[in-house]
């Protein structure tokens, strides 16, 4: 290829290298010089152009790009056309992207004219989605260098393997303390997972955390017509002869490998049973996020085979996060235990309440805000922060006499966020989570606050802890510390409950049996109705 500046005149047939702009005049770059831009170029006074010129022996870069796309894309592939040396490539279904690392790497050896990207192996796909490209760096490529990629071609390097499994059958086990809804969420997020496979679960079966009781239900959806089996454990798979594992066996499986070089995802059990695959998922599967089960059910549910060999390569580059539920060493270890900090948010404007300030109505002689605060203060959550905003010297003045640290938070219009950053930064840093309370809930009482701080147990899990009523939550709800960055995040007039649903695995339900964690007032008509309920008791 030829390549270099040459006058207007010259430049007739060649390609324009850069793009020109000069008074009218707009040539863009990779233009071929015809008669119609000689003209233009003289007109505006050009007398130099650089342009690239396509030799005997060479392959111009849009021909290059496509006759390699054509033969690089294997199943499931589509080459589009190429334009400005680059041809894309395309999934014609869903399924899971399979590459051949090594031919594409000898591709993108062979000259650095030719370069061939796609996406992560074994990604799932949707139809339409692009998964590769291929780009010639210059205007035009020997033809040498294309004959030896199109060798390395010759058997398609990037295909979509299409889903084939389509049944799925799951068996959870249980264990004291596991509540029916983390069984129903993780089959809700499981069917999830399976949606875009066109998966489905076709038997489900539930029975007690032992050998035997789990090989008979292992044994039943496999008879039921499952493709593939997935065992949610009610305690995590801690060695090959726990209860998992052993029940597979017990049922004349395999177990092909356990334990995976990823994070989250580590204990994962990979087996077969019947020429049928089938899974001992990690804990981690039991939340949407992404982790190392997704990995190999994905590529299961597209019938490619998963090895030990495939399990243990997936280290290098593999999933690596921090997991919120994961004990985290303190800097100084608390000597007297837990300690929970209260933040109580009373800085809002009423303006649901016609003009009154409800944090100051009172009942049987006590401000709301008053209320919150004295039951704060009786019960074991140290130090209590007050968040004062509007007509903070009334709202300061229901608080006279109690020890509680007073925060104003100037910023009180924004929003219900704006508080909570104010109330968080306030507390030492020897806290281990805050119970934020609302200052219009004066139905909360300091028994709640204790039974909801005495379930924060972050070496078990419970990072977020929140008051349930018949299925329904409620608050005030305790925050470990670990999520007072994304606390103090929040912007606007909103509170945390996306964070809650985000982080399913790190919340622990406390089931009520009143209607206090989930009266709050708003209104006069909820002031009036409230206060003839604690005045008449």
Not at 414 to 432: F, I, M, N, Q, Y
Request: aromatic share 4%; proline share 6%.
């Amino acid at each position: 290829m030829k390549f270099g500046p040459v006058a207007p005149a010259e430049a007739l047939g060649g390609t324009a290298v850069h793009t020109i702009r000069q008074g009218a005049l707009v040539l863009k770059k990779g233009t071929v010089i015809g008669p119609s831009e000689v003209a233009a170029l003289q007109a505006a006074g050009i007398s130099q152009i650089t342009v690239a010129r396509v030799e005997a022996g060479d392959v111009s870069e849009d021909q290059a790009a496509a006759e390699i796309a054509k033969a690089v894309a294997g199943e499931g592939v589509r080459a589009d056309r190429a334009f400005t040396g680059r041809a894309n490539l395309f999934a014609e279904s869903a399924g899971v992207l399979v590459v051949e690392r090594d031919a594409i790497d000898k591709l993108n050896r062979i000259d650095e004219a030719i370069t061939f990207a796609t996406l992560p192996a074994y990604k799932p796909v949707v139809a339409g989605e692009m998964i590769a490209t291929v780009k010639i760096i210059p205007f035009a490529v020997s033809k040498d260098a294309e004959r030896q990629a199109l060798a390395i071609a010759s058997k398609p390097v990037v295909r979509v393997a299409p889903y084939k499994i389509k049944k799925i059958g799951v068996v959870s086990t249980l264990l004291p303390g596991l509540a029916a809804k983390v069984v129903e969420k993780t089959l809700k997020v499981t069917m999830e997972r399976l949606a875009p496979a066109g998966a489905s679960i076709i038997a489900e079966r539930r029975v007690p955390h032992e050998q035997a009781a789990l090989a008979k239900a292992l044994d039943e959806v496999l008879k039921a017509g499952a493709e593939l089996a997935v065992v949610f454990g009610a305690s995590a798979i801690a060695d090959r002869r726990d209860v998992i594992p052993a029940a597979l066996e017990a049922i004349g499986g395999t177990v092909e490998h356990f334990g995976m070089p990823v994070d989250p995802g580590n204990l994962m059990l990979i087996g077969s049973a019947r020429g049928l695959p089938v899974l001992g998922a990690p804990g981690c599967a039991r939340s949407p996020k992404e982790n190392g089960f997704d990995w190999v059910l994905m590529r299961l549910l597209a019938g490619l085979p998963v090895s030990r060999a495939d399990i243990t390569g997936m280290g290098v580059g593999g999933l690596l996060m921090e997991i919120v539920t994961r004990p985290q060493p303190r800097v100084e270890p608390m000597a007297d235990g837990r300690r929970i900090a209260a933040v109580i948010l009373a800085a809002g404007r009423s303006t649901r309440m016609g003009g009154l300030n409800k944090l100051t109505a009172e009942i049987a002689g006590r401000p709301l805000v008053r209320i919150a605060a004295e039951e704060a203060l009786a019960s074991r959550a140290r130090p209590v922060v007050v968040v004062t905003g509007h007509e903070r010297e009334r709202v300061e003045a229901a608080l006279k006499g109690l020890n509680v640290q007073r925060e104003h938070n100037p910023d009180f219009a924004a929003g219900l966020s704006t508080s909570l950053k104010v109330g968080l930064a306030a507390l030492p840093p020897e806290v281990d989570g805050a119970i934020v309370c609302l200052g219009d809930m004066p139905q909360v009482r300091a028994s709640l606050i204790n039974q909801l701080t005495a379930a924060f147990d972050p070496e078990r899990g419970a990072l977020v802890v929140v008051p349930s009523i018949e299925g329904k939550r409620g608050n005030p709800v305790v925050w470990s510390r670990r999520f007072f960055p994304e606390l103090m995040a929040l912007e606007g007039d909103v509170g945390a409950r996306h964070l809650i649903a985000r982080y399913p695995e790190a919340v622990a339900e406390v089931p009520v049996t009143d209607n206090a964690a989930l009266i709050d007032v708003d209104t006069p008509e909820a002031l009036i109705a409230v206060r003839a309920e604690l005045e008449g008791s």
